[in-house]
């Protein structure tokens, strides 16, 4: 077995051997630099007069450690023909210049993302020069570039067919993300308009500024003529980042309900807030060569906090840590990856050119799905609230003072459409002694099963409340006075005729009854009290049946 496994190593090792032989042939060009720092006239480096003084470097990376200009002399070191139309390509051309220069050229050919020497013919992944007649070994090419920024770029010949295919996927898969990001940002916008709840704001803020931001760094908006003086400014790049770092943080003291879970967490957060604001203000005016790392650390402070606040809530198993857990994971891990890039503690990874705006989209897309999750989880918790404020636990229909306000706002209704509406209003004979003979159980079972019977014989727009101890109130909009009579007629029959069981013995009960119609101009009020004269007639009538309050005064039994 472990005679296999060296084998295996050994395999994978001369793979790696060749793979590496097979680059190192094919590179194209031997690279040597001034020094850094060193720009001297152009007729001096054209002239050939300077090139003892390129010393040779390993690959063809071109980095850069500040912002002064530095040259770069490419000699070809292999034939290149003209069939495939070679092209020199130059990726990673955020916020750089080239000045490129062949011995056929009589001035030098400027290439950038934008302004002067922007073209449109490419993507915004690379700059292309194209080596026009082909390439003869040994022939020489002159760069100068300088940045504002200092990610590598990588020199490279390829067909023109290769190059075309690359802006194409990139093109793709740039529209895919921009376009699912400013999505996102303004399906948020939207909840937050129609909903009120300003974590949606802080969301769509959050996406927002940073689909502008990758639009800005990417280069798509140089489409823009009147961007173009402010896509090569440091400024914009802390502006922006420093902005979105703001609104990610307000979003997650929200999200994650840190001032009423972690208190201590969020004073640290909304320290950062302070510093990260004070240097957006600051970096509007003026930046220097030490805001784009001072912001970055406290991005890392503000990660690092995050990831302290994500476990704790997940050990307190609250149910949005899951969701920021699995959308924006990936997204912190590349982001520390990407500071450390920035600040130069370890190489500026090739991979990070996608899996940067990759992970913001899944993560805007993730705290978009948990806080809608959030969200209706509150929805519920206020809709149960409302519901036990709403209605009368043992019966489970609305309790007094639900009841009073519904009828209310029913006989408003009935004044302003002019449609009649009836009211009923009833109570259990004898109910006293039902509680003394069976116990307060009997009691309950009895209130439960008449409130049952009531509403399986209402309409979905009818009203019933328990007023107070065993009396019902019942509001039937649309309905007149003859109709209710009907409806109180039914429902004290089914009463009677269908008891409740109590121990396996049959509960008998009846209901007194008393019903009125709405007059004009009359208040719930006056409608009440003769709705409860007709019910007080019934009782003192002999009970057990319905009483209809006509005139003034006027009693009529069923």
Known sequence: MDRSWRLLWQTLLALLGLSAAALACAQPFA??????????????VLSGRLDARFAPQQGERIVYSGRKPQWL????????????????VIDQPYR?????????????VRRALHG???????????????LEGGLRKGEVIYLRTWATEFTPSTLRVEPLALVHRQDMSHVALRSVVLTALGATAILAFGFWVGLRERGYAYLSLTLLVQTVNLAVEGGEIRMLPWFQDVL????????????????????????LDLRATQPAVTRVLNVCSWVLGALLLVSLVHTWS???????????TVILTVAYASAVAIAQRQREAYFLLAAWAPLLAVLVVLVGGFQRWWPMFAWLEYAYPIGLVFGGLGLLLGLAAKLQKLRHDHDTAKHRATYDRLTSVMNRQAIEQALRDAIHAAHRTRRPLTVVFFDIDHFKRINDQHGHSAGDEALRSVAERTRQRLRSTDLCGRYGGDEILVGLPGTRLEQGLVVAEHLRRAVGANPPSLNGQPLNLSLS???????????????LER?????????????????????????VPI
């Open 232 to 255: 090569p400014n440091r400024r914009t790049n802390v502006v922006l980042n420093t902005a979105a770092v703001i609104a990610s943080v307000r979003f997650l003291v929200f999200y």
């Open 96 to 108: 750089k210049f080239f000045d490129i220069w062949r011995h056929r050229d009589a001035d030098p």
């Open 73 to 88: 002399r490419l000699v070809a070191t292999a034939e290149i023909g003209e069939d495939e139309l070679p092209q020199l």
């Open 531 to 555: 709705a409860d004269a007709a019910l007080y007639a019934s009782k003192a009538g002999g009970r057990d049946r319905v009483t209809v309050q006509q005139a003034a005064g006027e009693e």
């Open 290 to 300: 030490f805001s784009a790392s001072f912001g970055n650390l406290m991005l890392l």
């Open 31 to 44: 690279v040597s630099r001034l020094g850094p720092g060193v720009d001297p006239p152009l007729a001096q």
């Open 513 to 527: 009854m008393g019903v009125a119609e709405l007059r004009a101009g009359e208040s719930y009020e006056q409608l």
């Open 116 to 130: 002067r020497g922007s073209e449109f013919q490419h993507s915004s992944r690379f700059v292309v020069y194209p």
